[in-house]
C-alpha cells in the first residue's frame, strides 16, 4: 500500500528519467478515455509507430522510456486520426506536456506546457498557414478577375515579404534548434538575377532558358540544411530532395553524376545524412527502368550507379556497407558485367563462328544499324521475343538494320534446329569455348541481352525489349516521334 506523502509513479518516472535523459512526454486528452495512443515519427514519405500508451479515465497518457528519442517531427495519433505534431531537437528537451482539446465552436487546441519551442512551433503553423490561405484566395480571385491581378501580384509580395520577415525571426530566435531548420526550409529559393539580353537576340530565349535553370539547379537546396540529419525525421526533406533529382536536373547520366556528387559533398557535416542520401540514391537508380531518349542514344542511369559505387562504396566512402559482404560482392559484380556496355560507348567487336563453321566479326558488318542479340534455345522468354524481334527486323532490313545473333550455349544441333525452324535468316554466331569474354563485357548474365548499335558500333540502347525496339526503329531510321505505348 502507498503511504500518504510518497511520491506519486508519474513523479518517480520524471526524475528517473530526467537523471538517464530518455524521454517522458505526458498527454492530456480529454475526449479520450481508456484508449490506446501511438507516439509516431516522420521517416522519409512515411511515417512509423515509436511508442504506444494508453489514456486514463481522465484522458492522461505518458509516453516514457530512459533512450532519448531521434530528432524530427512527431505526431500523436489516435485510432485513424493523426492528432498533432511536435518537435523533438536534442536530448535535453524531451520532457513536457502535450494538452489536446477539442472544441465544438472552434478549432482543435493543442497547447505546450515545459516546452517553450513547440509552443513557437503551434505559432508558427498558424502564422504559415494563413499566409497560404490569403494567397491561395488572391490567386483564386486573380483568375477569376483579370482587373484584380495587379492588387492581387501586390498583396502576394507583401505576403512574401511578411513571411520572410516572419521566419528570419525565428531562424534567429531559435538557432540550433529543429523550429530554425524548418523555418529556413520554407524560405523561398533566392530569385535569378536578370540578364540584360537585347530582344532582338536570336538566342535570347534559351540563353535566358539555361541561365534560370543552372540558377535553380545550383540553389534549390539554399534553404535546406543538408547537415541537419534531423530533417530526415520531417515531411520536409524527402519531397524535396526527389523533386531536385526527378524533375529540376536533366535526366542524363552526366548531370545525374554531377548533382550526386555536389549535393553528397553538402552532406559531410552529417554522417547520418550522407549515410541515408548515398544510401536512397543508390536504391533510386540500381532500380531506374526510364530511358531518356535523344537523337542519339537511349540512355538509362547504369552509368550513375556504377559512378556511385566506385566514388563512394568502393573507395571506403560507406564503411557501414563493408561489414555487408553479400552487398559488397554485388556491386563489383555489377561494375564489372556494366561497365564495358554503357550506352554511348563504342561496342567491345567479337569474333565469332557461324553455322557454316566459318569466322566472323561484330564490325565486319556494314550497317547504319545493328541489333546484337545473345539468346539461348533453352530459354522461354527468347522462345517468345526472337520471333517478335525477328519480325520487326523484316520491316526494317531494307532501311539499313543488320542483326549480329550470338547464341550463348554449347547445344550445336539445338542451336541449328532453333534457327531453322524459326528462319532467322540474320547473321547467326556462336562462341561455344567463350573465347570472347561476351558475358563479361555485354552483361549477358540473362538472356536474352539485346544493343542497338549506330554505324559507327557506338551502343545507342542496351537491354532492349521488342516493345522498345517497336520505338526506337521508327524514331531513328524513319525520323518519326517517339509514341507512348498506349498510343
Not at 531537437?89 to 472552434?106: G, L, M, P, V
Amino acid at each position: 500500500m502507498l503511504k500518504t506523502g510518497m511520491m506519486s509513479i508519474v513523479a518517480l518516472l520524471g526524475v528517473y528519467l530526467a537523471n538517464a535523459q530518455g524521454y517522458q512526454i505526458t498527454v492530456q486528452i480529454d475526449e479520450l478515455q481508456d484508449s490506446t495512443i501511438l507516439l509516431a515519427v516522420h521517416s522519409g514519405n512515411n511515417k512509423y509507430a515509436r511508442d504506444t500508451a494508453k489514456t486514463d479515465k481522465r484522458g492522461y497518457a505518458v509516453f516514457a522510456k530512459n533512450t532519448p528519442l531521434a530528432g524530427g517531427m512527431y505526431i500523436l495519433v489516435a485510432g485513424n486520426t493523426q492528432l498533432c505534431e511536435f518537435l523533438i531537437s536534442d536530448e535535453q528537451s524531451q520532457q513536457f506536456t502535450i494538452r489536446y482539446k477539442k472544441n465544438d465552436d472552434a478549432p482543435v487546441e493543442v497547447s505546450f506546457k515545459n516546452s517553450p519551442e513547440n509552443t513557437a512551433f503551434v505559432e508558427f503553423q498558424k502564422f504559415m498557414g494563413k499566409r497560404q490561405n490569403d494567397a491561395r484566395r488572391l490567386r483564386e480571385q486573380a483568375q477569376k478577375d483579370s482587373m484584380f491581378r495587379t492588387a492581387a501580384v501586390d498583396s502576394m509580395k507583401h505576403i512574401a515579404n511578411e513571411e520572410k520577415e516572419y521566419t528570419d525571426g525565428v531562424i534567429n530566435k531559435w538557432k540550433g534548434k529543429l523550429l530554425a531548420t524548418l523555418a529556413r526550409s520554407v524560405q523561398p529559393a533566392p530569385p535569378a538575377p536578370e540578364l540584360d539580353i537585347p530582344d532582338d537576340h536570336p538566342q535570347r530565349d534559351s540563353i535566358r532558358w539555361v541561365h534560370y535553370y543552372q540558377w535553380e539547379k545550383n540553389h534549390f537546396f539554399d534553404h535546406l540544411d543538408l547537415t541537419d540529419a534531423r530533417l530526415l525525421n520531417t515531411p520536409v526533406f524527402q519531397p524535396n530532395f526527389d523533386t531536385y533529382f526527378n524533375t529540376k536536373i536533366a535526366q542524363h547520366p552526366d548531370t545525374v553524376i554531377a548533382a550526386v556528387h555536389r549535393i553528397l559533398d553538402k552532406t559531410k557535416g552529417s554522417d547520418d545524412m550522407f549515410m541515408y542520401c548515398l544510401g536512397h540514391l543508390f536504391n533510386t537508380y540500381i532500380q531506374w527502368k526510364t530511358l531518356t531518349i535523344t537523337p542519339d542514344y537511349a540512355i538509362g542511369m547504369e552509368a550513375v550507379v556504377i559512378d556511385l559505387i566506385t566514388h563512394y562504396y568502393l573507395a571506403g566512402k560507406a564503411p557501414w556497407a563493408e561489414k555487408d559482404t553479400t552487398f559488397m560482392r554485388q556491386i563489383r559484380e555489377y561494375v564489372r558485367f556494366n561497365r564495358h556496355s554503357l550506352v554511348g560507348l563504342p561496342a567491345h567487336d567479337l569474333q565469332m563462328q557461324q553455322l557454316t563453321g566459318q569466322y566472323t566479326s561484330l564490325y565486319s558488318v556494314q550497317a547504319p544499324y545493328t541489333l546484337l542479340i545473345f539468346f539461348d534455345t533453352n530459354c522461354g522468354h527468347c522462345q517468345k521475343e526472337i520471333p517478335l524481334i525477328y519480325d520487326t527486323y523484316k520491316q526494317f532490313r531494307e532501311k539499313g538494320l543488320q542483326v549480329f545473333c550470338v547464341y550463348i550455349g554449347r547445344d550445336g544441333p539445338a542451336w541449328q534446329k532453333f534457327v531453322e525452324e524459326r528462319e532467322l535468316d540474320w547473321i547467326n554466331t556462336w562462341d561455344p569455348y567463350e573465347t570472347t569474354n561476351f558475358r563479361e563485357i555485354y552483361t549477358v548474365q540473362t538472356t536474352p541481352q539485346i544493343y542497338l548499335l549506330n554505324k559507327d558500333k557506338k551502343i545507342i540502347a542496351r537491354r532492349v525489349t521488342h516493345d522498345l525496339l517497336e520505338q526506337l526503329l521508327p524514331f531513328y531510321i524513319d525520323k518519326k516521334a517517339i509514341n507512348s505505348p498506349e498510343e
